[in-house]
């Protein structure tokens, strides 16, 4: 893929299935808590297409294929009392990285938000990877003292 290529940002559809789930393996490959599942991703991002209150997914396209993604998981905080949204799934394929495709993608997702009444993005990256961080940080995010803890059911 060209960087001249027009882009087109959206969301994503059922049909973008299996895009999206190709997109989530190659994301979760390189994860270190995480490791790819089809069946899982494929139910995961079904339910989340077919609730929109629950989130939306949003993609890049070009020339009609998804190229990249990411996830808005929607939920209200008692803090600032309203909604807010967990930023999850910020992929693009690694066949187009390099072409500021994700950065594009962030800046409508971030708008999106905005438009959506979202107060707050969250998002969860590795400690260790200080390139994520580095673009998490160029789009205004900041890393909080809070600590991450887990408990799987």
Not at 63 to 77: E, H, K, P
């Amino acid at each position: 893929m060209t960087a001249h290529a027009t882009l087109q940002f959206e969301h994503a559809t059922l049909a973008d299935l299996p895009a999206l789930c190709a997109l989530l393996a190659q994301l979760f490959a390189q994860e270190h808590e995480f490791s790819p599942d089809h069946a899982a991703q494929q139910q995961g991002l079904s339910h989340i297409l077919q609730h929109p209150d629950i989130g939306h997914i949003l993609v890049a396209r070009q020339q009609g294929q998804v190229i990249a993604m990411v996830s808005l998981l929607f939920t209200i905080s008692t803090a600032l009392g309203g909604r807010v949204a967990l930023l999850e799934d910020m992929v693009v394929d690694q066949t187009c990285r390099g072409l500021g495709i994700g950065s594009q993608l962030l800046t409508f997702a971030i708008a999106h938000a905005r438009q959506q009444a979202i107060q707050r993005l969250t998002l969860l990256t590795d400690q260790d990877n200080q390139a994520g961080q580095h673009f998490y940080r160029k789009h205004g995010f900041q890393p909080s003292g809070m600590q991450v803890w887990r408990l799987i059911l």
